[in-house]
């Protein structure tokens, strides 16, 4: 028999003291119950461990040293995909003394949001394992995982997550797979996706009409990828699109199977090594890359690589992800024979279209895109994308939230605390959160909801994390635009399940966000560069300034409308933003400025400056997202949009490219108050331009002055407001923040003014952080009603 902590200390006369642990952070579904009841049997302490709504609760039993040795070595030997964010401990009183570590079943309300947890990168254990010659279950074995590592999410059906509920129902576990599973110190105990040769899932070759290959899948992927072959590959969420990355032929016919002419494409790399080939990675770009999450990171790129032009072309960055599961590292096993490391490695779908994960769609959806598919008989019970970071400094920033890190709970101030509830986002980079016991759970990224497909994706999610979260929605947060399909679904919802709707402003979402996200519950300033929104007055905003709470704000200040003639015809075309740029700045004589002529036809150019001259068709906007991309037309680095954002992307790698400006930027934007507001005035900025572009003044440099001079406005605006109130703290949201020239160049001159920066942490700056934020203001709103901080 094991020796109880108490029987020891009979001996050695030491007090015996019994404590209660509460450990939050990403301790569920990650091996940490397991390593608690190994360490607890070492250190010879008595107690149990079970998870919670929050977190793990643990408690202990033994002497002042073993204790504080026993949560030492848990931090020391934490599971790699493990976060401990605090523990806190509290004395409790003694129980029996010959009580043994036990692991109990999770408390009823825990179960819910405790053990859905995000899907995670092969751990190193495992892939020692499937390199192992002498490891005959699971040497080359495809599908291995373990409770530190592996699929989660993307396989689960229903609550509570055990092995029938996920989509390993039907491999009934070999006796030696059992006997891991059941071994409390065993590193696959109660790892529900567990599997070995014997047992489990099996690798398939299919060709295009999903007809199988019969070869080895593994070594006749490898053979067809060499020849420049574009091959499907089953990933955790969804199957991937992969091609030898220096193969310009292949990366051009990917490019043209997919009707995706310019976005740029994500690499796999076989390993952190491979990826320093390509790329500067900051510490804390290697430690996301290297993460359990195991995230595209997007950072600065190498000058001379091997990787096709067409991968990411006029980009000043590549996106780069390590090999992640376990068919990844055997494919480059074999690959690396011919020298390849690293592999583009792009989203299974048409433009636009939502990631393809199920086997039914090949031949159809996804036979078109490749010649051949490496699969398996695990199925994905929903599409995970992989998530997006940019390396940026001081710290990085998240574009797209997906895979390794949904269904992280995002936990929301006190003042959030409210009844149940559901958020469905904006249209764009759509994702809906649910909310329950003070926290947030955001859905994966979903897309575009105007796309059929994506609409269905939307309801199917919502539907998902209801049940897996146990949550019955007692209200319905939605976004003030009227014709946005996700706005109509609330309606819709709320009049169904007759609950209460609560609209909540585009860009107070936004704020709202990064406020809940840094647990900031007094009211701030808030700097909005965003898109387009709906603003409360009926209009689209886009570049705001509002005092703003949680719960609440206030609008004192935007960027000076711009028209936009033909409305949204404007965002896939920023010729049409940069004319009305000139319009603003020269009149109505502008069309006989020679620049026009080379921004579009002479046809257009009379259609859209009588649009202009007439007011016919034009809406004005403060968006921000137009202004970049009327000057990154007007500087003739992009004149129409080929995908989202493409335009704004080139102004910041031109800029990127350029050294600071040295000019006086004190004469290149006005404030004024209009209409009670701070308006922001760039007309002198965009005569400077315009002259530029029109006496060949290199484009990088204009774009740098436009940088800087859009970040010393707003920071002139913000010191304005530093003098006459006490507010000295300032957040920043909307996809505009997206851009990290922008984003570090802003931070620097507000924190010359003494003011305390916020941006987000683990929330995307862009649309993908919009159902966050409303969830944070709908629970703000409905606990603190009445009261309004910002008036
Ligand atoms: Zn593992
Ligand atoms: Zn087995
Ligand atoms: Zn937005």
Same mark, same amino acid.
């Given at each position: 028999?094991?020796?109880?902590?108490?029987?020891?200390?009979?001996? /050695? &006369?030491?007090?015996?003291?019994?404590?209660?642990?509460?450990?939050?952070?990403?301790?569920?579904?990650?091996?940490?119950?397991?390593?608690?009841?190994?360490?607890?049997?070492?250190?010879?302490?008595?107690?149990?461990?079970?998870?919670?709504?929050?977190?793990?609760?643990? $408690?202990?039993?033994?002497?002042?040293? /073993?204790?504080?040795?026993?949560?030492?070595?848990?931090?020391?030997?934490?599971?790699?995909?493990?976060?401990?964010?605090?523990?806190?401990?509290?004395?409790?009183?003694?129980?029996?003394?010959?009580?043994?570590?036990?692991?109990?079943?999770?408390? $009823?309300?825990?179960?819910?949001?405790?053990?859905?947890?995000?899907?995670?990168?092969?751990?190193?254990?495992?892939?020692?394992?499937?390199?192992?010659?002498?490891?005959?279950?699971?040497?080359?074995?495809?599908?291995?995982?373990?409770?530190?590592?592996?699929?989660?999410?993307?396989?689960?059906?229903?609550?509570?997550?055990?092995?029938?509920?996920?989509?390993?129902?039907?491999?009934?576990?070999?006796?030696?797979?059992?006997?891991?599973?059941?071994?409390?110190?065993?590193?696959?105990?109660?790892?529900?996706?567990?599997?070995?040769?014997?047992?489990?899932?099996?690798?398939?070759?299919?060709?295009?009409?999903?007809?199988?290959?019969?070869?080895?899948?593994?070594?006749?992927?490898?053979?067809? *990828?060499?020849?420049?072959?574009?091959?499907?590959?089953?990933?955790?969420?969804?199957?991937?699109?992969?091609?030898?990355?220096? &193969?310009?032929?292949?990366?051009?016919?990917?490019?043209?199977?997919?009707?995706?002419?310019?976005?740029?494409?994500?690499?796999?790399?076989?390993?952190?090594?491979? #990826?320093?080939?390509?790329?500067?990675?900051?510490?804390?770009?290697?430690?996301?890359?290297?993460?359990?999450?195991?995230?595209?990171? *997007?950072?600065?790129?190498?000058?001379?690589?091997?990787?096709?032009?067409?991968?990411?072309?006029?980009?000043?960055?590549?996106?780069?992800?390590?090999?992640?599961?376990?068919?990844?590292?055997?494919?480059?096993?074999?690959? /690396?024979?011919?020298?390849?490391?690293?592999?583009?490695?792009?989203?299974?779908?048409?433009?636009?279209?939502?990631?393809?994960?199920?086997?039914?769609?090949?031949?159809?959806?996804?036979?078109?895109?490749?010649?051949?598919?490496?699969?398996?008989?695990?199925?994905?019970?929903?599409?995970?994308?992989?998530?997006?970071?940019?390396?940026?400094?001081? $710290?990085?920033?998240?574009?797209?939230?997906?895979?390794?890190?949904?269904?992280?709970?995002?936990?929301?101030?006190?003042?959030?605390?409210?009844?149940?509830?559901?958020?469905?986002?904006?249209?764009?980079?759509?994702?809906?959160?649910?909310?329950?016991?003070?926290?947030?759970?955001?859905?994966?990224?979903?897309?575009?909801?105007?796309?059929?497909?994506?609409?269905? #994706?939307?309801?199917?999610?919502?539907?998902?994390?209801?049940?897996?979260?146990?949550?019955?929605?007692?209200?319905?947060?939605?976004?003030?635009?009227?014709?946005?399909?996700?706005?109509?679904?609330?309606?819709?919802?709320?009049?169904?399940?007759?609950?209460?709707?609560?609209?909540?402003?585009?860009?107070?979402?936004?704020?709202?966000?990064?406020?809940?996200?840094?647990?900031?519950?007094?009211?701030?300033?808030?700097?909005?560069?965003?898109?387009?929104?709906?603003?409360?007055?009926?209009?689209?905003?886009?570049?705001?300034?509002?005092?703003?709470?949680?719960?609440?704000?206030?609008?004192?200040?935007?960027?000076?409308?711009?028209?936009?003639?033909?409305?949204?015809?404007?965002?896939?075309?920023?010729?049409?933003? %940069?004319?009305?740029?000139?319009?603003? %700045?020269?009149?109505?004589?502008?069309?006989?400025?020679?620049?026009?002529?080379?921004?579009?036809?002479?046809? /257009?150019?009379?259609?859209?400056?009588?649009?202009?001259?007439?007011?016919?068709?034009?809406?004005?906007?403060?968006?921000?997202?137009?202004?970049?991309?009327?000057?990154?037309?007007?500087?003739?680095?992009?004149?129409?949009?080929?995908?989202?954002?493409?335009?704004?992307?080139?102004?910041?790698?031109?800029?990127?490219?350029?050294?600071?400006?040295?000019?006086?930027?004190?004469?290149?934007?006005?404030?004024?108050?209009?209409?009670?507001?701070?308006?922001?005035?760039?007309?002198?900025?965009?005569?400077?331009?315009?002259?530029?572009?029109?006496?060949?003044?290199?484009?990088?440099?204009?774009?740098?002055?436009?940088?800087?001079?859009?970040?010393?406005?707003?920071?002139?605006?913000?010191?304005?407001?530093?003098?006459?109130?006490?507010?000295?703290?300032?957040?920043?949201?909307?996809?505009?923040?997206?851009?990290?020239?922008?984003?570090?160049?802003?931070?620097?001159?507000?924190?010359?003014?003494?003011?305390?920066?916020?941006?987000?942490?683990?929330?995307?700056?862009?649309?993908?952080?919009?159902?966050?934020?409303?969830?944070?203001?709908?629970?703000?709103?409905?606990?603190?009603?009445?009261?309004?901080?910002?008036?």
């Amino acid at each position: 028999m094991v020796e109880t902590s108490s029987m020891q200390q009979e001996r /050695q &006369n030491e007090p015996i003291v019994r404590c209660r642990w509460q450990i939050t952070g990403r301790v569920q579904g990650v091996g940490f119950r397991p390593l608690m009841y190994r360490l607890a049997n070492r250190i010879h302490v008595g107690g149990a461990v079970w998870n919670d709504a929050k977190g793990v609760i643990a $408690e202990g039993q033994g002497t002042r040293r /073993q204790l504080d040795e026993f949560i030492a070595a848990l931090r020391t030997e934490a599971p790699a995909a493990a976060v401990i964010r605090q523990i806190t401990e509290q004395p409790i009183a003694l129980h029996n003394e010959n009580e043994q570590f036990e692991i109990r079943r999770s408390s $009823e309300s825990a179960v819910a949001t405790a053990e859905v947890a995000a899907d995670l990168a092969i751990c190193p254990d495992c892939l020692a394992e499937i390199r192992d010659p002498a490891n005959i279950r699971r040497r080359g074995y495809a599908l291995t995982n373990c409770t530190h590592c592996g699929p989660r999410f993307s396989i689960i059906r229903a609550v509570p997550y055990d092995r029938a509920a996920t989509t390993m129902a039907d491999f009934a576990m070999c006796p030696a797979c059992r006997a891991e599973y059941e071994a409390p110190i065993d590193r696959r105990f109660h790892a529900q996706p567990t599997a070995c040769r014997d047992c489990g899932p099996q690798l398939r070759l299919l060709d295009r009409q999903g007809s199988e290959i019969d070869e080895d899948a593994i070594v006749a992927a490898a053979q067809r *990828l060499t020849r420049g072959e574009i091959v499907a590959v089953k990933g955790i969420g969804g199957f991937h699109l992969a091609v030898r990355a220096d &193969n310009e032929t292949a990366v051009a016919r990917l490019r043209q199977l997919k009707h995706r002419p310019a976005k740029p494409l994500a690499l796999l790399c076989a390993s952190l090594i491979a #990826a320093r080939r390509l790329v500067f990675l900051s510490p804390a770009g290697e430690t996301l890359l290297t993460s359990a999450a195991a995230p595209i990171v *997007l950072a600065r790129r190498v000058a001379i690589t091997v990787i096709a032009p067409s991968v990411a072309p006029g980009q000043h960055r590549l996106g780069v992800m390590l090999a992640y599961t376990p068919i990844h590292h055997l494919l480059f096993d074999q690959l /690396q024979t011919s020298g390849i490391d690293a592999l583009v490695m792009t989203s299974g779908n048409d433009v636009d279209e939502p990631l393809v994960f199920e086997d039914a769609d090949l031949p159809g959806r996804l036979g078109d895109l490749c010649d051949a598919a490496l699969t398996h008989d695990r199925l994905i019970q929903r599409a995970v994308d992989d998530s997006v970071v940019i390396d940026a400094l001081p $710290e990085p920033i998240i574009l797209r939230r997906a895979r390794g890190y949904v269904p992280t709970p995002i936990a929301l101030p006190p003042m959030c605390d409210a009844a149940p509830g559901l958020a469905v986002g904006a249209e764009m980079k759509s994702t809906v959160a649910v909310y329950r016991d003070g926290q947030a759970v955001l859905s994966q990224h979903l897309g575009n909801l105007t796309r059929p497909r994506t609409f269905e #994706a939307f309801k199917r999610s919502i539907a998902d994390l209801c049940e897996l979260f146990a949550v019955t929605p007692r209200w319905i947060a939605h976004d003030l635009h009227p014709g946005y399909l996700s706005t109509q679904f609330a309606r819709q919802w709320a009049a169904q399940h007759n609950v209460p709707l609560i609209g909540v402003q585009h860009h107070h979402a936004h704020a709202a966000a990064v406020l809940a996200e840094n647990e900031v519950t007094r009211p701030a300033l808030a700097i909005i560069c965003d898109g387009t929104g709906y603003g409360t007055d009926g209009t689209i905003w886009g570049g705001e300034l509002l005092i703003a709470s949680i719960a609440d704000f206030r609008r004192i200040g935007r960027l000076r409308p711009l028209l936009l003639p033909g409305g949204d015809a404007c965002a896939k075309q920023p010729w049409r933003s %940069a004319l009305s740029l000139l319009y603003a %700045a020269f009149g109505a004589d502008f069309t006989r400025l020679p620049i026009c002529r080379e921004l579009t036809d002479e046809s /257009q150019l009379q259609f859209v400056a009588n649009m202009l001259t007439s007011g016919v068709s034009c809406i004005p906007s403060s968006s921000t997202g137009r202004l970049f991309d009327g000057v990154a037309a007007l500087l003739g680095l992009c004149r129409r949009n080929r995908f989202e954002a493409e335009a704004p992307m080139a102004l910041e790698a031109a800029a990127a490219e350029a050294g600071h400006s040295a000019r006086l930027l004190r004469e290149a934007y006005r404030l004024s108050e209009t209409d009670g507001l701070i308006e922001i005035d760039l007309t002198p900025l965009v005569r400077m331009l315009a002259y530029g572009a029109g006496h060949a003044c290199p484009a990088g440099d204009l774009a740098m002055l436009f940088h800087e001079t859009l970040a010393a406005a707003w920071a002139a605006a913000i010191e304005r407001l530093i003098q006459k109130t006490d507010l000295r703290t300032v957040a920043l949201s909307g996809g505009v923040f997206c851009n990290e020239l922008f984003t570090g160049l802003l931070t620097r001159r507000l924190e010359q003014l003494g003011a305390e920066v916020l941006r987000h942490r683990g929330v995307p700056p862009n649309d993908g952080g919009i159902a966050y934020g409303q969830a944070a203001a709908a629970s703000a709103r409905l606990n603190h009603q009445g009261s309004s901080p910002c008036a």
